[in-house]
């Protein structure tokens, strides 16, 4: 039973343009989102988070939007650079939990 | 940002055998460390939280007498994969925490392959 589930295992951007990752969830109790970017052979590397008191959150190229009627973020990325790719991890918690639910990644490309 | 490493970076051992993974916190003190599992094409999944000087708390479905979990010290977690078999194959990856809310920094993983 997934309970964070990003559908598009995969996603090619060009440089410069916006990437949008998604990420659907089916436990209405999760409370809190981050996204980490992982490269290969290192472990997953905290990027963005938010709260679901909000619906929007920024941090200079990436900005997460919650919408939580249709139990769904998303992760822009703009522009979109080359050092940019990598594999991208959705995580929810709840009630202040330290367990994070992981979806599946989605594998982003920048092409130069 | 903090560093976590793991040992070994992967592990191909024989079904039978067991296998021991270790976990460190390079520059602060882990007070919490998770144990996560990541079969191919799947999300992380987490198996096991460890508290600094006490007992790890095991998902649901995770065997605690087969994964054998210690950490004995801030700094260090262990898990060890108890006669090993094939469909031990994974690739195991931890993380560290200062406490309890902290932010989560995630080793590089360790990739284990079972004969």
């Known amino acids: 039973d997934q309970q964070v589930k990003q559908n598009s295992p995969s996603l090619s951007v060009q440089e410069g343009r916006i990437s949008i990752l998604n990420c659907d969830y089916t436990n209405s109790m999760f409370d809190y989102f981050l996204w980490y970017k992982k490269y290969p052979a290192e472990g997953p590397t905290f990027l963005i988070s938010?709260?679901?008191?909000?619906d929007k959150n920024e941090d200079g190229r990436f900005t997460v939007f919650l919408n939580k009627s249709a139990k769904h973020l998303s992760l822009h990325i703009v522009p979109s650079q080359p050092g940019d790719s990598a594999v991208y991890f959705c995580a929810a918690s709840q009630g202040g939990s330290e367990k994070l639910v992981f979806g599946k990644g989605t594998k982003l490309t920048v092409n130069p | 940002g903090a560093v976590v490493s793991q040992h070994p970076s992967w592990v191909i051992c024989k079904s039978g055998t067991s296998v021991k993974i270790e976990c460190r916190s390079l520059?602060?003190?882990?007070?919490?460390m998770f144990w996560y599992r990541q079969f191919p094409k799947q999300s992380l999944m987490l198996m096991a939280t460890?508290?600094?000087?006490?007992?790890?708390?095991?998902e649901q479905g995770v065997e605690k007498d087969k994964f054998l979990i210690n950490h004995a010290s801030l700094t260090l977690s262990t898990l060890t994969v108890t006669s090993a078999h094939p469909e031990d194959s994974s690739f195991y990856i931890c993380?560290?925490?200062?406490?309890?809310?902290?932010?989560?920094?995630f080793g590089p993983g360790t990739r284990l392959t079972v004969l």
């Open positions: 460890s508290n600094e000087g006490s007992k790890a708390t095991y």
């Open positions: 993380s560290a925490s200062e406490g309890p809310h902290n932010e989560q920094f």
């Open positions: 938010i709260s679901s008191i909000k």
């Open positions: 520059d602060f003190q882990a007070t919490t």
